[in-house]
């Protein structure tokens, strides 16, 4: 059986990367340079990694080593890159900011909205998701329309996703937003909210390590999403063309599935308790 990093060794980067690296037009001073060829030159990778983002993101807080699928991914792509990868820990809701600030030269966890679009770049999908709902135990909505009430109490994490998407779906609901999706989850723990909105795999996660805290409930209709790779915007689109590549090559040869349902496993989910209508 070939494996990615048998097909990876024999294609290599290829001719786009053997050209820029022969290219005169690479040879930029500091100031201007393409995130691409700083990777190139300084074998750097920076990725940016949330610390209570089980199991996209997982630190390990005695040692600070990080897990996660994205990270496992994030570890291949560098490899490839033939760069060490540098981790910085961000937040769901501050990680475009660091791609604004420079600070990263890629997010993976993003989901593509337009109001993200404004102001950074895209990869495509990485894997499918949807938008579910964390309900208190006697709480059991079963459509969006339910949720947007006035008499309804979500929390989210400021600034994500699951902000965004409960801002349009539920304006006439409360709207507590908080710092982080953790903040968000103790908020519904301690019963001053209904419910948190959350990707269903971070749902998922977050009802293995405490099944107490109520259920999940896909409301209809289901608003799926992806989860894709953010860049920083830049007028050289080699970096984002050459992630593109490596994302579709790796979806390709099952590299990147079995990445999300090993990591899954290390924090008690597997692929059946996915709920039917959600697919990766």
């Known amino acids: 059986m070939v494996t990615r990093r048998d097909v ?31 990777i190139r030159r300084t074998k750097k990778m920076r990725i940016g990694a949330v610390g209570g983002g089980a199991p996209y993101y997982m630190k390990d807080l005695s040692s600070g080593q990080w897990k996660g699928f994205y990270v496992d991914i994030a570890k291949a792509l560098a490899d490839d890159m033939e760069a060490e990868l540098e981790i ?10 660091d791609l604004q600030a420079n600070k990263i030269d890629i997010f993976f966890g993003l989901n593509p909205t337009p109001k993200r ?23 059991k909505p079963k459509s969006w329309a339910e949720l947007n009430s006035p008499d309804i109490k979500i929390a989210v994490d ?6 965004q998407v ?19 989850t103790a908020a519904l723990q301690t019963g001053r909210v209904d419910a948190q909105c959350l990707i269903t795999m971070l749902s998922l996660t977050v009802l293995k390590k405490n099944p107490s805290l109520g259920q999940l409930v896909l409301p209809t209709p289901i608003f799926a999403t ?17 992630v593109n590549t490596w994302i579709d090559f790796n979806k390709g040869l099952g590299f990147i599935r079995n990445a999300i349902i090993t990591n899954m496993e290390l924090v008690g989910v597997t692929e059946a308790d996915i709920p039917p209508g959600v697919s990766l």
């Open 166 to 184: 409960v801002s349009r779906l539920t304006p006439k609901a409360q709207i507590s937003r908080l710092k982080t999706a953790d903040d968000a």
């Open 158 to 163: 400021q600034g994500s996703s699951h902000d």
């Open 88 to 97: 910085t820990e961000t937040t769901w809701g501050n990680s475009v900011l």
């Open 8 to 38: 990876a060794s024999i294609v290599g980067l290829g001719a786009m990367t053997a050209a820029a690296l022969a290219s005169p037009a690479v040879a930029q001073t500091a100031d201007n340079e393409s995130t691409f060829a700083r």
């Open 117 to 139: 679009a404004l102001v950074v770049d895209f990869s495509v999908p990485v894997f499918n998701n949807a938008f579910a709902i964390l309900c208190k135990k006697d709480f």
């Open 226 to 242: 992806t989860s894709n790779a953010g860049f920083r915007r830049e007028t050289d689109k080699t970096w984002r063309d050459y």
